[in-house]
């Protein structure tokens, strides 16, 4: 039996009881800043935003979250204004986790005009500070509710207050185009930006490229790279990869693999990486042509680029579903312990996939022997075969 000595009880007694004490605390801290807030919302009608600064109570993530509580069921409008307005003080500043709060809270994704509400009644308040951060903020809220003709709407109503939409303002709604799928809106805002002097940078040309590659409209894509490069934004490994695969999943493999000899011979920041290949990689397994994704294999080794995991489970999995056991075989021999992935990885995916591909002694016979050489299977290979081991009766003796 172990003891402890009565200092180190007491010790350890006092750090839970400060601790306990130090939470209580700042959460009564947080409550007390909230009521405040809250008292003085309720007590001054609707044109709040520029007494606020009045309220000597600390702002952060939990006094927001009071706040929208009290008001998201009686007054969710009030709760918006209030958040917009948090959100552009110097001393704090929202996370992604407390936008995508917020429109849980404030329900923007079932009822959006809350947020058209709102900036319609800012045009009667001259105290609430209309500002190009501000609509940066309702545009972080458009982007958390995924909701594209909300952006777009919020787009418009800038110039109305004489508020300027920048780079950023465009790109957040052309992100929630292209996802939305509508691509005849997002390259028409695109157009738009440069009459008004506005230039797409790299975000902007890699969302239309990979929103484009997204719908199968893969001529627009590549011409999409022909225009960036006339404007003087060179294509990085990001935009390539993105044209990869958008070719990979709806054009031809051979233009895809002729797409990578370019990259290949591009310099700087047009190389592909260990995703470039694994994308290709994908794209043949997927399409029932394994055998032939070993040849990407071939020529990312030749390019001196390091295979990752995901690749090799990849390419292992397609080869064994497509019956290439050998094949498998041999390219985790050839992958393991090369440097870039090790032996315990590579033989642990070929183990799963040859469970998954119903060759379970042969699984059986990978397993027993990465024991036997001291090889340590990863959680999933080894759950997997001592299930279905036991499910057997089979013995594990190595």
């Known amino acids: 039996m172990k003891f402890i000595s009565i200092s180190t009880y007491f010790s350890v007694f006092n750090f839970r009881i400060s601790n306990s004490i130090f939470f209580s605390t700042s959460s009564s801290l947080s409550s007390s800043a909230s009521n405040q807030f809250v008292t003085h919302l309720?007590?001054?009608?609707?044109?709040?935003?520029?007494?606020?600064?009045?309220?000597?109570?600390?702002?952060?993530?939990?006094?927001?979250?009071?706040?929208?509580?009290?008001?998201?069921?009686?007054?969710?409008?009030?709760?918006?204004?209030?958040?917009i307005w948090a959100g552009l003080q110097p001393s704090y500043r929202h996370s992604t986790h407390m936008y995508m709060k917020a429109c849980n809270l404030l329900k923007i994704n079932e009822n959006p005009k809350i947020v058209s509400d709102a900036?319609?009644?800012?045009?009667?308040?001259?105290?609430?500070?209309?500002?190009?951060?501000?609509?940066?903020?309702?545009?972080?809220?458009?982007?958390?509710?995924?909701?594209?003709?909300?952006?777009?709407?919020?787009?418009?109503?800038?110039?109305?207050?004489?508020?300027?939409?920048?780079?950023?303002a465009y790109n957040g709604v052309i992100r929630l185009l292209c996802k939305k799928g509508d691509m005849?809106?997002?390259?028409?805002?695109?157009?738009?930006?440069?009459?008004?002097?506005?230039?797409?940078?790299?975000?902007?040309?890699?969302?239309?490229?990979?929103?484009?590659?997204?719908?199968?409209?893969?001529?627009?894509?590549?011409?999409?790279?022909?225009?960036?490069?006339?404007?003087?934004?060179?294509?990085?490994?990001?935009?390539?990869?993105?044209?990869?695969?958008?070719?990979?999943?709806?054009?031809?493999?051979?233009?895809?693999?002729?797409l990578l000899d370019e990259m290949e011979k591009e310099s700087g920041d047009c190389k592909p990486n260990a995703v470039t290949y694994t994308t290709l990689i994908q794209a043949f397994v997927e399409k029932g042509n394994s055998l032939e994704a070993v040849a990407v294999l071939d020529?990312?080794?030749?390019?001196?680029?390091?295979?990752?995991?995901?690749?090799?489970?990849?390419?292992?999995?397609?080869?064994?579903?497509?019956?290439?056991?050998?094949?498998?075989?041999?390219?985790?021999?050839r992958v393991g312990g090369s440097g870039g992935i090790s032996n315990d990885v590579c033989n642990s995916c070929l183990v799963l996939s040859l469970f998954r591909a119903g060759k379970v002694k042969e699984a059986e016979v990978v397993f027993r022997r990465m024991l036997a050489r001291g090889l340590k299977p990863d959680t999933i290979s080894c759950e997997t075969m001592m299930k279905w081991m036991c499910s057997e009766g089979r013995n594990l003796v190595v």
Not at 193 to 212: E, F
């Open 299 to 333: 020529k990312m080794d030749a390019f001196g680029c390091k295979p990752n995991r995901v690749l090799v489970a990849t390419l292992v999995q397609g080869l064994c579903m497509d019956g290439h056991i050998e094949e498998a075989h041999k390219v985790v021999d």
């Open 42 to 83: 309720q007590s001054n009608g609707p044109k709040f935003e520029k007494s606020l600064i009045s309220v000597k109570a600390k702002l952060d993530a939990t006094c927001v979250t009071q706040v929208l509580e009290r008001f998201s069921v009686e007054n969710p409008q009030v709760g918006l204004r209030f958040f």
């Open 119 to 168: 900036i319609e009644a800012y045009a009667s308040d001259e105290g609430c500070g209309v500002s190009v951060k501000m609509f940066r903020v309702v545009f972080n809220l458009c982007r958390e509710a995924k909701d594209a003709d909300l952006g777009l709407w919020v787009l418009r109503k800038m110039e109305e207050y004489n508020c300027r939409p920048d780079v950023i």
């Open 184 to 258: 005849d809106e997002a390259m028409g805002l695109m157009r738009e930006m440069r009459l008004i002097d506005l230039y797409p940078d790299m975000a902007t040309y890699v969302m239309i490229i990979k929103g484009l590659c997204d719908v199968g409209r893969l001529k627009e894509a590549c011409g999409m790279v022909k225009t960036m490069k006339g404007h003087g934004c060179f294509p990085g490994t990001v935009v390539y990869s993105a044209l990869l695969d958008g070719i990979s999943r709806f054009g031809d493999l051979e233009r895809a693999m002729e």
